[in-house]
């Protein structure tokens, strides 16, 4: 049985402004030369204390994670495994900066999720110079490392902006099942459960 949270309570709104793709571009370069104010910046977040203890960044990873690719160690069993990503707060194309105030690692799988389920589906259509307000964006002073990396996290997560906001997946319309509740609780299962 998954934990129950409370998810209104751990979001927040955020207000935007589509930028123009050199914007983005621009600040994607900026990476490259914030190495250490980077390191400073993974290391800073609390809710990760004790999560880098065995990880350590090397260079190579730095260079990973300037290049937005996600620093990966090998397990036992010879798996490559993503560890986390840097996510801009407030995205690149609407203004984020690269800037440590706007900067936090995220475990990799929570990091997909935040981008293909809530904020992707609410900017994809949006023109340079529109405006709007983003709903269901993780209020990240309330939400800790254990809970991003719990899957019942997350499909009460999602569940929460379709019955709110009505953000249904592509798949749903898709195959007229917007209201088949078992196949929606099937997919939150295979999307968002506990992997074999």
Not at 60 to 81: C, F, L, Q, W
Not at 99 to 128: A, G, V, Y
Not at 157 to 166: A, L, N, R, S, T
Request: glycine share 6%.
């Amino acid at each position: 049985m998954f934990q129950r949270y409370n998810i209104r309570d751990l979001t927040t709104l955020m207000e935007i402004e589509k930028k123009s793709a050199q914007y983005t571009s621009q600040e994607r370069k900026r990476f490259g030369n914030f190495r250490h104010e980077l390191k400073s910046t993974i290391i800073k977040h609390a809710y990760f204390d004790g999560y880098f203890d065995n990880i350590g960044l090397s260079e190579e990873d730095m260079t990973y994670i300037v290049r937005g690719y996600s620093p990966i160690r090998i397990s036992a069993n010879g798996e490559e495994k993503r560890l986390f990503t840097i996510h801009h707060i407030k995205p690149l194309n609407c203004g984020g900066e690269t800037i440590s105030s706007n900067l936090i690692p995220l475990p990799r799988n929570f990091h997909d999720f935040l981008h293909e389920r809530i904020i992707d589906p609410q900017i994809k259509n949006m023109k340079i110079g529109d405006k709007k307000v983003l709903v269901a964006i993780p209020d990240f002073s309330k939400i800790s490392l254990s809970m991003m990396m719990d899957p019942g996290f997350r499909i009460q997560y999602h569940k929460f902006i379709v019955d709110e906001y009505h953000m249904l997946p592509e798949e749903f319309n898709k195959n007229g099942r917007k209201n088949d509740r078992q196949f929606i609780a099937n997919w939150y299962l295979s999307n968002f459960g506990p992997r074999k």
